[in-house]
């Protein structure tokens, strides 16, 4: 074969899996992390007032997982220590598949906490929520009212996590089961910040803490997750893809800042 077809062919493999989301390589044999199998099975870690039991495969039922998440998010005292438990959280398959856990950015005292949805390509890479073009889109959005994840003062200040901490696959939409793993220590994320407001952003955040879909219904509409005020919002993902909805979230930014001042 001459050596420019090998070169073409080459070039189009190459050039399909960066289509799929290949970002680097890493060996000459293919590791397929999600459908690792552990040949015997493993004992789950001990923890004060879970049952224990022993599991078969590298994850115990997912029943068992959120047990564990809330018991491991309960006894978390600060941030740092939720951080902590969360890092050492095992049962959630996307951890393997993340460079980086990204657990949240801004000021902690901020009366704003912002909620998305997990990481992208950019997040997992930096470790940041909202840091790739939608994360700036959202930083444009904020400085329209005077508010920054930068700010020193609660009041102008923000305060940003996501319902999932680790990167889905070429940034699929959370599975239930990683949401449900994941929710305890959201939680307790919440309870910490002890924000005044809440916004999520999203389908997933909406249908994580509110128990509902459907963001274009939602959005505008003041609602409550465990009794904090919150305000869903349409996704800066959503509004670089359709740019006449800023309309309806410039409006929700008035009506936030609104109910700060008053």
């Known amino acids: 074969m001459p050596q420019s077809q090998d070169y073409a062919e080459a070039l189009v493999a190459l ?79 996307l951890k393997k598949g993340a460079r980086n856990l990204v657990f949240a950015d801004g000021n902690p005292a901020a009366r704003v906490m912002i909620i998305g949805e997990a990481p992208g390509k950019d997040e997992d890479v930096e470790g940041l929520p909202f840091v790739g073009r939608a994360g700036q889109l959202l930083d444009k959005m904020l400085a329209a009212i005077d508010m920054s994840r930068r700010a020193q003062t609660a009041q102008d ?9 680790w990167r889905p696959p070429q940034n699929r939409d959370p599975e239930a089961e990683e949401v449900a793993m994941m929710l305890p220590f959201l939680k307790r994320h919440i309870a910490l910040v002890a924000p005044d407001f809440i916004v999520p952003m999203g389908n997933a955040a909406c249908r994580a803490l509110l128990g509902k879909s459907g963001i274009t219904r939602l959005r505008g509409q003041w609602a409550a997750v465990d009794g904090i005020p919150a305000l869903p919002m349409l996704h800066p993902a959503y509004l670089l893809r359709t740019p006449m909805a800023k309309r309806e979230a410039w409006a929700d930014l008035l009506a936030l800042k609104a109910r700060l001042k008053g």
């Open 157 to 165: 200040a923000v305060y940003i996590t996501n319902v999932l901490p």
């Open 15 to 93: 050039l399909w899996q960066v289509e799929l989301g290949v970002t680097e390589a890493i060996g000459d044999v293919p590791l397929i992390r999600y459908e690792a199998v552990v040949e015997k099975p493993v004992e789950l870690p001990k923890l004060a007032g879970v049952k224990m039991a022993t599991a078969v495969a590298g994850a115990p039922e997912v029943e068992q997982a959120v047990d564990i998440a809330q018991q491991m998010a309960k006894g978390a005292a600060d941030l740092s220590a939720l951080r902590a438990a969360i890092a050492n959280y095992d049962f959630c398959e």
